[in-house]
């Protein structure tokens, strides 16, 4: 069974642009959860999806924001990048929610 | 409100030696728990999970933890470190309530040859 993908692997983004990034879930996963990955702050929850309803939301600004399609695909976004947003992002998809979480490789953003 | 304490950012053991990784928790509801492993850039895998049941949880490469309630802990052992297993690992917390996962600031494994 294939694991969970994201797309891109690396972005580079200048401060002001936007960004949308994708994950899709292991088949059958109906929840995704994403998170920030950096140096300073460690692993931090972003927002839970399941059958595109976020149900759980992180402490990020509104600029952070997502959505989940019927096929369980989701993307996230963030506008008005700032430096501040340079990240690993990563996406975690389960069966169910509280389920046991599978990671993907995640996107690495860069923000000049 | 749910937490996660790893203690020791860096630990260092020689190959052959016992790894100990220390995790406690806080949570408000009986929470699941779960081990995870990084590479370098790479995203996180799993190593073991505790939901319910036998306390003390068997995982991959050699890995295990015990669940202990009275103590709020849930620490990673592996009775002979190998050069392979040098990563970070994270502890992390997900209540049954509201399904909201949360992770531990991580501990680096370096293992000397």
């Known amino acids: 069974k294939a694991g969970v993908t994201q797309t891109p692997r690396y972005l580079i983004k200048t401060r002001g642009q936007q960004v949308t990034l994708s994950c899709s879930p292991i088949s059958g996963h109906r929840s995704v959860s994403w998170y920030q990955q950096t140096p300073g702050q460690g692993l931090q929850f972003l927002f839970e999806y399941f059958s595109e309803t976020q149900r759980n939301k992180g402490n990020f600004p509104g600029r952070f924001s997502g959505r989940q399609f019927s096929n369980s695909r989701s993307e996230m976004n963030v506008s008005t990048l700032e430096l501040g947003d340079s990240a690993l992002y990563l996406c975690?998809?389960?069966?169910?929610?509280?389920?046991?979480?599978?990671f993907g490789p995640g996107t690495r953003l860069t923000v000049l | 409100a749910q937490s996660v304490t790893q203690l020791g950012s860096h630990v260092s053991v020689s190959e052959g030696a016992l790894v100990l990784l220390r995790c406690n928790y806080s949570?408000?509801?009986?929470?699941?728990l779960f081990w995870y492993v990084q590479y370098p850039n790479q995203g996180l895998q799993l190593l073991l999970k505790y939901t319910t049941g036998a306390t003390l949880v068997k995982g991959i490469n050699g890995f295990e933890a015990e669940f202990k309630k009275s103590e709020t802990s849930f620490h990673l052992t592996k009775p002979s470190a190998h050069m392979s297993d040098a990563a970070e690992y994270f502890c992390a917390v997900t209540s049954t309530g509201g399904f909201k996962t949360i992770f531990g600031a991580g501990t680096r494994l370096f293992v000397k040859a």
């Open positions: 975690a998809s389960s069966f169910t929610r509280g389920d046991t979480q599978y």
């Open positions: 949570s408000s509801v009986p929470p699941y």
